[in-house]
């Protein structure tokens, strides 16, 4: 009888034997796709980019909180505003900002699909895909707006840019999740702003008035922006004078179809029961 039993796969091997103890050892550094010395030692990233109003801008975030790690959202969002994406010299310079590693910020940074890897277009055109604007339209737009800013046959792509990166009339698209407009289905955003009850030959006028250069005024919300000057804003820096930030930010906020209950409601004398106050249970006492 032979010494050795046989696997549920069919496999035979030694009696006592693991596959671990049978299999050679594999040098993943041998088959690693980038050299061997990028998997153990830290690149310097050049840091030139981020120029001394940059680093201001840095400290005046970080002066917002009381602790400087709470600074790391807006200031990834000054980083894009400065690279149109979160490069890994943004990550360092956020790390070195905040004293926190590397690691520390790109996990925060690969965390959120705000923050890109992949540098931007002059608009970032967002299409929501969730399950309501879906089957109100939302899937046929995104297709139709990936046919249309595709070339050569092929469509344009998840976080794709049609044109160079940053400069007038190239685009970003992407699919993105609910973009918390349900009742203005379906929607796209532009560097995100909204654009509500699109059709599919909407969304192809919008693009097309993008890419010659016009900005199209959003149906809710500040007039458009860029990109880059979109993530300058998030990051918490606005026109000092006071004409040009209410040009800057006025605009409609609320559309029709959002005030309709509120509405009704007001016209009826409609009220909601008061919210209940139970007294808190006594926390015991360490």
């Not at 969730?130 to 139709?144: F, H, P, Q, S, W």
Request: hydrophobic residues 35%.
């Amino acid at each position: 009888m032979s010494s050795t039993g046989s696997t549920y796969g069919g496999s035979s091997l030694g009696a006592g034997d693991t596959h671990q103890a049978t299999v050679p050892d594999t040098d993943v550094v041998g088959i690693a796709p980038v050299e061997a010395e990028h998997l153990v030692t830290d690149t310097a990233e050049d840091l030139s980019v981020f120029d001394a109003k940059t680093v201001e801008r840095a400290q005046a975030i970080i002066a917002r909180y009381p602790q400087s790690r709470s600074a790391l959202l807006p200031m990834l969002h000054l980083v894009q505003s400065v690279e149109g994406r979160v490069s890994q010299a943004g990550i360092q310079f956020c790390a070195l900002q905040l004293d926190l590693t590397a690691a520390e910020v790109s996990a925060v940074a690969t965390f959120y699909t705000m923050y890109k890897r992949k540098s931007c277009g002059e608009h970032l055109v967002s299409v929501c895909t969730n399950t309501l604007c879906a089957v109100l339209g939302g899937d046929e737009i995104y297709k139709k707006l990936g046919e249309h800013l595709g070339a050569d046959g092929k469509r344009l792509g998840h976080n794709e840019t049609v044109g160079e990166p940053g400069q007038p009339g190239s685009i970003t698209l992407e699919h993105a999740e609910c973009l918390a407009a349900c009742d203005l289905g379906p929607v796209i955003q532009v560097n995100y702003e909204f654009f509500d009850n699109q059709t599919p030959d909407k969304a192809v006028a919008l693009v097309d008035a993008l890419r010659k250069g016009e900005k199209p005024a959003p149906t809710r919300g500040a007039p458009l922006r860029d990109f880059r000057t979109a993530e300058l804003e998030l990051a918490g820096f606005w026109p000092e004078d006071e004409i040009d930030y209410r040009a800057t930010v006025d605009g409609p906020s609320a559309a029709v179809e959002t005030l309709r209950g509120a509405k009704l409601a007001e016209e009826r004398g409609w009220t909601a029961p008061a919210m209940p106050n139970p007294p808190l249970p006594e926390v015991e006492k360490k």
